[in-house]
């Protein structure tokens, strides 16, 4: 799990909550088709012979993997004042107190690495972590192919700017400035990255 025994816990929590934040804005903005092969492209061989496409959950369960790969990685400790910096995070008061968190650097799904993202990256993080495809010789080293990549690593991109010239470069602080309010969100989201209007 998620650590940083160089920060005090409540900056860590912070962390960990925009870690999770980017992880689901990740997952939604790459998941704007059925979820990714079709009926005669193989199956996943379950325990009860049962054979199974694959599925949303498996690309969730890789995109998670992938995201978990500096959970134990070692952060500087915080600074003195209104900032903590380590290794590209930044956690800066705002205006009443209020914290805003950017994601490290050694993130995969920080902003700055989203917007960076290239199709043959994105296959190299989300590919090793995929089943088996049962198949012998399709896909990449018989791992299932991921459809529609280059339009999935776009949704990233645009993902990644947006959260960077908009909201600060953090998750957390677009979410509050919908200031719980679930339909202001769903504003936010459209407004602030075309991927997420089902019209692009």
Do not use: Q
């Not at 498996?58 to 998670?64: D, G, V």
């Not at 917007?115 to 990256?121: D, L, S, W």
């Not at 339909?183 to 209007?197: A, E, H, K, M, P």
């Amino acid at each position: 799990s998620y650590r940083r025994p160089g920060w005090d816990g409540r900056t860590e929590e912070l962390m960990r909550m925009e870690r999770v934040a980017l992880y689901v804005l990740t997952l939604d903005a790459i998941n704007f088709c059925f979820w990714p092969t079709t009926d005669d492209s193989g199956g996943i061989e379950s325990e009860t012979g049962e054979r199974n496409l694959l599925e949303y959950e498996h690309l969730a369960i890789a995109l998670k993997k992938a995201a978990e790969a500096d959970d134990d990685g070692e952060a500087l400790a915080a600074t003195e004042g209104d900032e903590v910096e380590a290794d590209g995070a930044v956690a800066e008061k705002e205006e009443g107190g209020e914290r805003i968190v950017r994601a490290e650097g050694t993130y995969a799904l920080s902003p700055k690495n989203l917007a960076a993202m290239t199709t043959a990256g994105f296959l190299d993080l989300v590919v090793p972590h995929l089943p088996p495809n049962p198949k012998a010789g399709e896909g990449v080293g018989g791992k299932y192919l991921i459809p529609n990549a280059t339009e999935r690593v776009r949704l990233l991109n645009e993902l990644g700017l947006g959260l960077e010239e908009r909201h600060s470069g953090s998750a957390l602080r677009m979410i509050r400035k919908a200031d719980g309010s679930a339909d202001r969100l769903v504003d936010i989201l459209t407004g602030s990255f075309r991927g997420f209007r089902d019209e692009c």
